[in-house]
């Protein structure tokens, strides 16, 4: 491996992400938050346990106190971060969505500068605030596009329960989902960074995961008791259940592993940044799929780019 390893698993891991958000994105009509939260949990949890066997690593010797932060983390970053995302898609769109995600980094930086006293450099907050420009241009671009006025009326027509409009909901979802997904970056980032104390990225994956479903099953118990109307059987419908674990196999599997890996070898800002990258992966997708992409597109996926080198180049 070479000295980018924490950087190159983050942009990996947001390739990865990119894949499954289109299937999220797509299966989320069928699954509600709180369900396809916990399906893509136990699908990436028998991978990491299998892998775990295969690999042989059956020790991971965890000190008390980065135990409990990596718990921690899940529970804040996948159980409340991936289920407010989820519905947050469900409210408003994807691209919307992601944008909103690009508030991540910043928030990211923030907190490690406080609680871990990490400090990024002007030269460094310049690449990420690049890298944040790019992105939020490409997304916001590609919102105009794709979910326009066209789709309000459908969802009033899902959402007549909710008490805010759908965009709303979708925007304070949002903006639960960038903050947890931060602060669970950070809790990662201090039980890894210790050099004295060798965390396997497979149990670090591993132990967030299962937190995550420690506090997930409870939400679902709650939730079908105090609904009046029964959800669609999704489990009834195979091509959704494989759309679902392709999904987790990539954006939750490979992608929590690699997340484990460039926070443990970079600096969480910097990590969290390129993690955020996602979005900008999603226009090849859309161009093989069909869709045009235009010139502002493009040119906010070469400013995203640009911030990329930068962060690469100040490693």
Request: proline letters at 5%.
């Amino acid at each position: 491996m070479t000295n980018f390893e924490g950087e190159i698993a983050a942009l990996v891991a947001a390739i990865l992400w990119s894949i499954s958000s289109v299937v999220y994105g797509r299966v989320g009509a069928h699954i509600p938050p709180l369900h396809l939260n916990l399906i893509k949990g136990i699908v990436a949890i028998a991978f990491l346990v299998v892998t775990i066997v295969i690999t042989g690593d059956f020790s991971p010797l965890l000190p008390p106190i980065p135990l409990c932060l990596l718990l921690l983390s899940g529970l804040i970053g996948v159980g409340l971060g991936d289920t407010a995302f989820l519905a947050a898609i469900n409210s408003m769109g994807a691209r919307r969505v992601l944008l909103l995600e690009t508030l991540a980094p910043p928030i990211t930086a923030v907190l490690a500068w406080i609680f871990l006293r990490e400090g990024l450099n002007i030269n460094a907050w310049c690449g990420i605030l690049l890298t944040i420009l790019g992105v939020a241009w490409v997304i916001s671009e590609r919102t105009l596009e794709i979910d326009g006025d066209r789709g309000e009326k459908k969802k009033q027509k899902k959402f007549p329960h909710l008490h805010l409009p759908p965009q709303w909901q979708g925007i304070a979802f949002g903006l639960i989902a960038a903050i947890a997904n931060a602060a669970g970056a950070v809790l990662s980032r201090a039980a890894l960074a210790d050099t004295n104390i060798n965390i396997n990225p497979l149990w670090a994956a591993l132990l967030r995961l299962g937190a995550a479903i420690f506090v997930l099953i409870p939400g679902i118990v709650w939730r079908q008791q105090s609904r009046t109307s029964p959800i669609f059987p999704y489990w009834q419908s195979k091509k959704v259940i494989f759309a679902t674990c392709f999904a987790a196999f990539c954006g939750t599997y490979l992608g929590i592993w690699l997340q484990q890996i460039a926070i443990k070898f970079t600096a969480v800002g910097v990590a969290s940044t390129l993690l955020q990258t996602s979005p900008v992966f999603v226009l090849p997708l859309s161009m093989l799929m069909g869709d045009k992409v235009s010139l502002r597109a493009i040119a906010g996926v070469l400013v995203a780019i640009a911030g990329i080198a930068l962060l690469f180049y100040l490693k």
